[in-house]
């Protein structure tokens, strides 16, 4: 593969990932990529220093696809929650919180914990009839790690749905 075969198709992965995710989310991915492949062409070491450019590429799209993943979560998550407001901050706050390893549950179960989370606290602002100002925006919530708050009743959420909680082993 050429580079300029890679060029192109690292532009179209630009252009597919702004439509869906925004400007930056692109830009990011994407510049880091075109550095390491800078990198392998002049001979410097990176990961992908033993890889040919096309296996670059199919990094590029495995990569895509997890972040495509990540933000479909996001969404998910940020549809449960009960005030909607500031979109953007929300988002990159809840695809930190998918990463944070302080969730008491395994990797694969975060994404469950989240929207378990979010919704019990969903149904207690609506129980408790609370104002919407008196609501913490999303990006708030997750940046003050406010879904920590009752494990317990997140795992009786989690099982209520038939999903049976793993809980992470500790680091040491």
Request: aromatic residues 10%; proline residues 4%; charged residues 30%.
């Amino acid at each position: 593969m050429t580079r300029e075969q890679i060029s192109h198709a690292l532009e179209y992965l630009n252009r597919e990932l702004a439509s869906k995710y925004g400007e930056r989310a692109a830009f990011s991915m994407i510049a880091n990529h075109y550095l390491l492949i800078e990198k392998q062409e002049d001979g410097g070491s990176n990961t992908f220093s033993s890889d040919k450019p096309h296996d670059v590429v199919s990094r590029i799209v495995d990569d895509t696809k997890t972040i495509q993943k990540e933000f479909s979560q996001a969404e998910a998550i940020y549809r449960e929650y009960p005030r909607k407001r500031d979109v953007g901050a929300a988002r990159k706050a809840i695809r930190r919180a998918l990463r944070d390893t302080e969730i008491p549950v395994v990797a694969e179960q975060r994404f469950i914990y989240l929207q378990a989370a979010t919704r019990l606290f969903a149904l207690w602002t609506q129980e408790n009839k609370t104002e919407k100002d008196y609501v913490p925006y999303p990006a708030t919530w997750f940046n003050r790690k406010s879904y920590l708050n009752a494990p317990d009743s997140v795992f009786k959420m989690m099982q209520s749905i038939g999903v049976k909680p793993v809980i992470a082993k500790k680091r040491r």
